[in-house]
T-cell receptor, first 113, second 114 residues
Framework: QQQVKQSPQSLIVQKGGISIINCAYENTAFDYFPWYQQFPGKGPALLIAIRPDVSEKKEGRFTISFNKSAKQFSLHIMDSQPGDSATYFCAAAPRRAGTALIFGKGTTLSVSS | SQTIHQWPATLVQPVGSPLSLECTVE??????LYWYRQAAGRGLQLLFYSVGIGQISSEVPQNLSASRPQDRQFILSSKKLLLSDSGFYLC?????????????FGPGTRLTVT
């Protein structure tokens, strides 16, 4: 119940295409869902996050879609660029104070030019 | 603004040697602090987290330990390293539930045990 399942494990998208990464969870106590972007040799950087009271959040070319009933959320990268090539992690946090994020296993995105 | 530091950036240590990795956060007080390990090409494994000085929760039993001697300092240690301890060690912080769940990672320490 504490897992966050992320798919696909790897993704190749052409420049200008849409990259879609999906995550699913079981624990209904999760109420915060961030996405992180990690470049090789660097720490993950917070990209965008959503709370379950909204179904979509957009920041530039990055959009989170959230389906509370299905317990799924996804990251869409519009107009994907070679500079977006990185590993992306979804995560979820339960309501209890002081607990850590539960991370998905990551998706390696390669955007070909 | 808040910043998080980790050192050293890279470390090569022989099997059986001790380990001490340090993490400090600037620009905030009473953060929640976390240690993660990332094996090559793998996900993030939570090792320890701390909600205050001297308060450490261990997520994975192993030969590592953590300490928080000061509010904004988090240390990861080992008395005797194993080959399996190699990896990318990441420290992270949050402001806690009252001040936001956003979690920010440090630059990481690349540890190679030989």
């Amino acid at each position: 119940q504490q897992q966050v399942k992320q798919s696909p494990q790897s993704l190749i998208v052409q420049k200008g295409g849409i990259s879609i990464i999906n995550c699913a969870y079981e624990n209904t106590a999760f109420d915060y869902f961030p996405w992180y972007q990690q470049f090789p040799g660097k720490g993950p950087a917070l990209l965008i996050a959503i709370r379950p009271d909204v179904s979509e959040k957009k920041e530039g070319r990055f959009t989170i879609s959230f389906n509370k009933s299905a317990k799924q959320f996804s990251l869409h990268i519009m107009d994907s660029q070679p500079g977006d090539s990185a590993t992306y992690f979804c995560a979820a946090a339960p309501r209890r104070a002081g607990t850590a994020l539960i991370f998905g296993k990551g998706t390696t995105l390669s955007v070909s030019s | 603004s808040q910043t998080i530091h980790q050192w050293p950036a890279t470390l090569v240590q022989p099997v059986g040697s001790p380990l001490s990795l340090e993490c400090t956060v600037e620009g905030t007080s009473n953060p929640n602090l976390y240690w993660y390990r990332q094996a090559a090409g793998r996900g993030l494994q939570l090792l320890f987290y701390s909600v205050g000085i001297g308060q450490i929760s261990s997520e994975v039993p192993q030969n590592l330990s953590a300490s928080r001697p000061q509010d904004r300092q988090f240390i990861l240690s080992s008395k005797k390293l194993l080959l399996s301890d190699s990896g990318f060690y990441l420290c992270a912080w949050t402001g806690g539930r009252q001040r936001g769940l956003e979690q920010y990672f440090g630059p990481g320490t690349r540890l190679t045990v030989t």
